[in-house]
């Protein structure tokens, strides 16, 4: 038995059919976000490292546009992942007419992110400071996180970062992506991928060396020293994505299908339905 609609704290999901055979299916996560504008009194908003920002009202304008680069940026976790059904797992392939062929699709993911107006219809609420104008920058410069968002959070920065091999990386980031990727339930790649030099920076910090301070916020989970493929992961300083991006998809088939999670494969291309 297949079910095809789940509605928890996290999130919202749902199976979506291709009955013709020759097309994937689609799991459906709906990211639900209550945007709340901070406003002005009082005039300072302090970020998650309790720096203290002056700051403003947004216009309808402003808003509109901040709200659109929400969308546009969540976007970047679509057409990314696949994931193949176990060869044991049959309810969803679909038989035709009438030379009732069988096929086994597969089960593309996708990530809607819808915005509430409420807090009681959305699963995670988020408070977005205007930062006063006075402020030029970009997303580095308030420090943001998975509740509180400010004005810059569109804007790319550019981080210098040193790879295992001591050679600087430039590494966009955008703030947006990383954070909708935290809502998911993703915590920093070197967590993730359970790299020494995050786990250590998790047990304490190094004496005299900075990117170590945070613990799982720290620099090294982030990808600090690490090979390029973590360092630019989206959650870490950058864009990339890997096949440990898609575990909220793969945990929540594993829930629809009454499956297990690590039974379900990852592709990072599109994989056709496979004739049985």
């Given amino acids: 038995m297949v079910t095809m609609e789940i509605n928890d704290t996290s999130f919202k999901s749902q199976i979506i059919l291709n009955t013709d055979g020759t097309t994937n299916h689609v799991l459906k996560i709906y990211l639900g976000l209550c945007l709340q504008r901070i406003t002005a009194p009082p005039g300072t908003f302090n970020d998650f490292n309790g720096n203290v920002f002056n700051i403003r009202n947004w216009t309808e304008g402003e808003w509109h546009e901040f709200r659109s680069q929400i969308f546009s940026q969540s976007d970047l976790w679509n057409n990314r992942f696949w994931l193949i059904p176990p060869n044991n797992f049959n309810s969803l392939d679909i038989q035709t007419l009438p030379g009732r062929v069988r096929y086994r699709p597969n089960i593309k993911c996708e990530l ?46 550019v981080f210098h ?25 993703q915590p920093h790649i070197g967590v993730l991928r359970r790299t020494a030099a995050c786990t250590t920076a998790i047990a304490g910090p190094t004496a005299g060396d900075s990117s170590t301070v945070g613990g799982s916020n720290s620099h090294r989970c ?47 291309t599109n994989v056709p339905p496979r004739r049985l």
């Fill in 161 to 185: 970062i040193p790879d295992n091999a001591g050679t600087v990386m430039n590494i966009n980031h955008y703030t947006i992506p990383h954070e909708i990727g935290h809502a998911l339930g």
């Fill in 112 to 157: 809607f992110v819808q915005v509430w107006l409420s807090p009681a219809n959305a699963h995670k609420t988020i408070r977005v400071a205007r930062l006063a104008d006075t402020y030029a920058g970009d997303s580095s410069l308030f420090r943001s996180d998975a509740v509180t968002y400010d004005s810059l959070d569109g804007v790319a920065h």
């Fill in 222 to 268: 982030y990808g600090w020293g690490e090979a390029p493929s973590i360092a630019e992961n989206i959650m870490g300083y950058g864009l990339r994505f890997a096949d440990v991006n898609a575990q909220p998809w793969r945990d929540r088939i594993a829930s629809h299908t009454r499956t297990r999670a690590t039974d379900w494969r990852i592709s990072m």
